[in-house]
């Protein structure tokens, strides 16, 4: 290992890089997330003077000496305020996750992150450390698939109840459930914003109202968490609109390359260290190289992020004119949707853009959509979405096949429906492979 002097140029005086891995401003200018994402919070001089961090494959951390230890542990334990401190095993963190979580924070200007091995372990763990027998989640729905086994069916064998309003329900029937779940203990409000699969939005401003409302006269108000995977961090930042906790499958938009699957929430240092320490019990961190990739992923974040959305602009407004086409489910095309005023006053309040993730229903049925999704040959067959690849799949044939056709006609998962995931390829491409897609049914 080179001595520090070698590190830091002659006479061991740090270099100005040395010092500005929290460069968060110059003069009065506060920097963009997309300059941070390749700097903050790695000192290239403590590892080798690595441009890039090294992925630190270690279980274990060394202690300077036992004093150090026992300091460590008086932290991890509540002997001492304050917490942890420094790494000392890596269930618990590592230097990669430590990076990506500095970073992660960033976007939604968070006051902590966690990194997470999957999406779904990111919210396990939430709803682990913030629930207990005989208490309530109200959720919005419908939510992810697996979300709602977990609510269910997982956390109801542990004697954890649930009460659910629509995605697009109005203040006065949010008022009315929370009403209802208030006579228990209601633990965490869980949103999902746009829900999957329909893309209804929830109104996180009108949730937060009214849960402060509701719970006015109450001891605590239970936390307001939201699956933000669709539409965050860049088209949608719900810590500004009143939600405590933002929860993501990094799998998607912010990994961004269908190479990797991980999780990450975001919140107040107070909440984001009682999911921690229910993550350091039950080790659903990820592992360094995930972190790694990850990192290597935030550099690119808004660049693929507005590459995609301005294809989808561009790629809906094709197919929405197309006479195979009969809809076409994009966010973008709320405010000049008639019947849809609702969802377009919280569009425009709540989101900056549409996304890339949209719904397609082609004219026909199964047969139809099939035809078309067989014809494709830019766009992959794949579930999953945000990849720099143009993805689509059939939800009511595929991740929706086990969902009751009752619920389905509900969330109007039809057998003409095909979702899609607009990536970063030339947009006139994505338009062309639609075109003959389209005319090949
Ligand atoms: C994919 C997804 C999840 C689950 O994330 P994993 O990384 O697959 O565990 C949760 N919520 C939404 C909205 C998703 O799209």
Known sequence: MPDEAELTGAGGTPSPAATDIGVEKIGDRKLRPSTMMM????????????????????????????????????????????????????????????????????????????????????????????????????????????????????????????????????????????????????????????????????????????RDAIFADADEKPPIAIDNTFLGPLWQQPLRHGADIVVYSLTKYAGGHSDLVAGGVLGSKAHINTIRSMRNTIGTICDPHTAWMLLRSLETLELRMSRAGENAVKVCAFLRDHPKVERVGYLGFLPDTPGMERQADIYRRHCTGAGSTFSLIVKGGEAEAFRFLDALRIAKLAVSLGGTETLASHPAAMTHLSVPEERKAALGITDNLVRISIGVEDADDLIADFDQALNAI
């Open 39 to 210: 700097g903050h919070g790695f000192d290239p001089a403590l590892s080798e003077g690595a441009l890039k961090p090294p992925i630190f494959l270690t279980s274990t951390f060394v202690f300077p000496n036992a004093a150090a230890g026992k300091r460590h542990f008086e932290g991890v334990t509540g002997k001492r305020p304050g917490g942890a401190d420094g790494l000392v095993y890596s269930r618990f963190n590592g230097p990669n996750q430590e990076i990506l979580e500095d970073r992660l924070g960033i976007w939604e200007e968070a006051e902590d992150a966690l990194a997470f091995s999957s999406g779904m372990s990111a919210i396990a763990t939430l709803f682990l450390a913030m629930t207990k027998p005989g208490d309530t989640i109200v959720h919005s729905g419908p939510l992810y698939a697996a979300t709602e086994t977990l609510i269910g069916r997982i956390l109801g064998k542990f004697g954890v109840k649930w009460l659910d309003f629509p995605a697009g329900a109005t203040r006065e029937e949010i008022d009315a459930v929370l009403t209802e779940a208030r006579t228990g203990h209601v633990a965490l409000i869980y949103l999902e914003s746009p829900a999957n699969p329909t893309n209804a939005l929830v109104d996180i401003e009108a949730v937060a109202a009214s």
